[in-house]
């Protein structure tokens, strides 16, 4: 699994950007995918997840309500949507992938289980 992530950029506080990730090699629909950020000097957070197999979503509660995560099964691709944007939005995004063995298994935020990750795109927003 190869994952590719777009979008990024820079915007003023209250703003919007959409970001993408674009995922080769994915052989079922058993995967979940996420979104992943990290500040220089932080730890990774997570951001927001979906199951690929019926788009069931999990969000971190500081993103609750602002950003929506969506997929695209004939693009292989997820999205990031984000609005109201912060600074303390400011961070490098990354996406990432597991394979489960079951279908419905509950997302999580525990980033050492997902397996795959992309290179990250930097979102900048200024106050």
């Known amino acids: 699994v190869q994952l590719q992530a777009s979008g990024g950029g820079s915007v003023q506080a209250g703003g919007s950007l959409r970001l993408s990730c674009a995922a080769s090699?994915?052989?079922?629909?058993?995967?979940?995918m996420a979104w992943f950020r990290q500040v220089p000097g932080k730890e990774r957070e997570f951001v927001a997840a979906?199951?690929?197999?019926?788009?069931?979503?999990y969000y971190a509660d500081s993103v609750e309500g602002r950003f929506t995560i969506s997929r695209d099964n004939v693009n292989n691709a997820i999205y990031l949507q984000m609005n109201s944007l912060t600074s303390e939005d400011t961070a490098l995004y990354h996406c990432?992938?597991?394979?489960?063995?079951?279908?419905?298994?509950?997302?999580?935020?525990?980033?050492?289980?997902?397996?795959?990750w992309g290179p990250g795109t930097l979102v900048t927003v200024s106050s």
């Open positions: 990432a992938a597991r394979w489960t063995s079951a279908l419905r298994l509950t997302l999580t935020k525990e980033e050492n289980v997902y397996r795959y």
């Open positions: 979906i199951r690929w197999f019926d788009a069931n979503t």
């Open positions: 090699g994915l052989t079922s629909n058993k995967y979940h």
